[in-house]
């Protein structure tokens, strides 16, 4: 099945710095999911993208999908404490089978 | 609308004992999948039903079994619960299984410890 590497770990920012996570695959992607979870939460679906290229926004949010898609990414403007939280990049596992597969996720912490 | 709805919230065990963890959802959703959640490995999956009447290993199924036991409810059974399996788990259902462009809907979660 299809993996996806995310990184960073980790990023900690001030109160209204801009953050990016970033997801890539050794594969071509069919598309790719994007989901926020709250500290003690579940994952809440962001969106999708399916084109080579693909830019979408959301508010604050920018999401790409490389033009080979093989890689996306995440950018946040202007952090707000109610970005907090891991944001995950997911896949459907393919080969036969159903399911997502995660990335490990970024952890994103906003000092106030 | 509920959506996804696990129970319990809540668990500890101890080691050997076995449990059922339950899931529901009320999206008339075709694909249920059962996940786990452990720091710094991201959600995984464990067991996933396409259809009523369908389940399928997903990554980690060891240690693990599962009952779609109508279109609504999906559950997970522990037969001999392991520490190994101290983890929160999350119930997850969409529309149809297979179609790529379609997001997931979570529960809440359960998180369980194995003592």
């Known amino acids: 099945g299809q993996q996806v590497m995310q990184i960073p770990q980790y990023q900690h920012v001030q109160e209204g710095e801009d953050f990016t996570t970033y997801c890539n695959s050794s594969t071509t992607l069919s598309n790719i999911q994007w989901y926020k979870q709250r500290p003690g939460g579940h994952p809440v679906f962001l969106i999708q993208?399916?084109?080579?290229?693909e830019v979408k926004k959301q508010k604050r949010l920018t999401f790409q999908f490389g033009e080979a898609k093989k890689n996306s990414s995440l950018h946040i403007t202007a952090t707000q404490t109610t970005d907090v939280g891991t944001y995950f990049c997911?896949?459907?596992?393919?080969?036969?089978?159903?399911?997502?597969?995660f990335g490990k996720g970024t952890h994103l912490i906003i000092q106030p | 609308n509920a959506g996804v709805t696990q129970t319990p919230k809540f668990q500890v065990l101890k080691t050997g004992q076995s449990m059922t963890l339950q899931c529901a959802q009320d999206?008339?959703?075709?694909?249920m999948y059962w996940y786990r959640q452990d720091p710094g490995m991201g959600l995984r999956l464990i067991y996933y039903?396409?259809?009523?009447?369908?389940?399928d290993k997903g990554e980690v199924p060891n240690g693990y079994n599962v009952s779609r036991l109508n279109k609504r409810e999906f559950s997970l059974r522990l037969e001999s619960a392991a520490p190994s399996q101290t983890s929160v788990y999350f119930c997850?259902?969409?529309?149809?299984?297979?179609?790529?462009?379609?997001?997931?809907?979570f529960g809440d979660g359960t998180r369980l410890s194995i003592l």
């Open positions: 993208l399916v084109k080579s290229g």
């Open positions: 997850a259902s969409r529309l149809t299984a297979f179609i790529d462009n379609q997001p997931q809907h």
């Open positions: 999206m008339n959703h075709n694909s």
């Open positions: 039903s396409a259809s009523e009447g369908t389940t």
């Open positions: 997911a896949v459907y596992s393919g080969g036969g089978a159903d399911g997502l597969t």
